[in-house]
């Protein structure tokens, strides 16, 4: 199965680091990988291709309207954009996004046909066993009167080990990814793709691929020479 790679360029680059990133990425050829790019919003027109899914970091909780500043799903949809990542640990931890505002948003992307990268993760390392139970329990607010998932992508992300250099045990992930597929399938009778990021890096991304469905990745796809250097080690 095509393995999934999300390059979240999180809120860097500026315009003209934008045009070299491009000139690499534009050469390169990703038959076999399911990629998606999500740049910030200003450069999501910039960034349409039909080589990979073009992906946005936020949207709006709310359909449309007075909301000064917000960009919404249908907008999204509007230019192109196919996916959209929620709830990731930035969000969540930095702009107080809850499992309610996240919903809202889930519901307003998938009826925008919009697919969702939904985000997870405990903030501290513990016992992978209340690890995994607090997961489901998280998925199970996220996904609240939810019932057509099969746009959705799971990504596996233990905070403390976003950007840290250190990914997560192999094997914790091992457990809680098939943990999170089993629930998804026991609920919705449907195979979820469920992906892993923190620190996923040239050395260890061949063997996180090995144990789920592909990885989402910060810090290393920035400059564009490493993202393709990585996911040329899984192609
Ligand atoms: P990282 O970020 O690859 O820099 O750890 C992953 C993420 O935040 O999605």
């Not at 349409?48 to 949207?59: F, I, R």
């Not at 709006?60 to 996916?83: H, R």
């Not at 609240?144 to 976003?162: H, R, T």
């Not at 691929?209 to 020479?225: P, W």
Request: aromatic content about 8%; glycine content about 4%; overall charge negative.
């Amino acid at each position: 199965m095509e393995k999934i790679v999300v390059g979240n360029l999180k809120m860097n680059l500026t315009e003209l680091d934008v045009e070299k990133y491009l000139e690499i990425i534009n050469k390169e050829d990703f038959n076999d990988i399911k990629l998606f790019i999500a740049p910030s919003y200003i450069y999501l027109e910039k960034f349409k291709s039909d080589k990979y899914n073009l992906t946005a970091q936020n949207v709006s909780l709310f359909y449309d309207g007075a909301y000064t500043g917000e960009i919404s799903a249908s907008q999204l949809n509007s230019i192109g954009v196919k996916s959209v990542i929620i709830g990731h640990s930035e969000r969540r931890n930095l702009f107080n996004e809850d499992s309610n505002i996240i919903n809202e948003k889930i519901k307003k992307s998938l009826s925008n046909n919009l697919n969702v990268i939904l985000c997870v993760g405990e903030n501290e390392k513990e016992d992978i066993d209340i690890v995994k139970k607090n997961i489901i329990n998280e998925l199970k607010e996220d996904l609240k009167d939810i019932s057509d998932v099969e746009n959705i992508i799971v990504a596996y992300e233990p905070v403390y080990a976003i950007s840290s250099d250190n990914s997560a045990d192999l094997e914790d992930i091992k457990n809680v990814v098939d943990g999170i597929k089993n629930y998804l399938f026991a609920t919705y009778n449907k195979n979820i793709n469920v992906i892993y990021g923190g620190s996923v890096n040239e050395n260890n991304i061949e063997d996180i691929v090995d144990i789920c469905d592909g990885v989402i990745v910060g810090k290393m796809s920035l400059n564009a020479e490493n993202f393709v250097n990585l996911i040329n080690k899984i192609k």
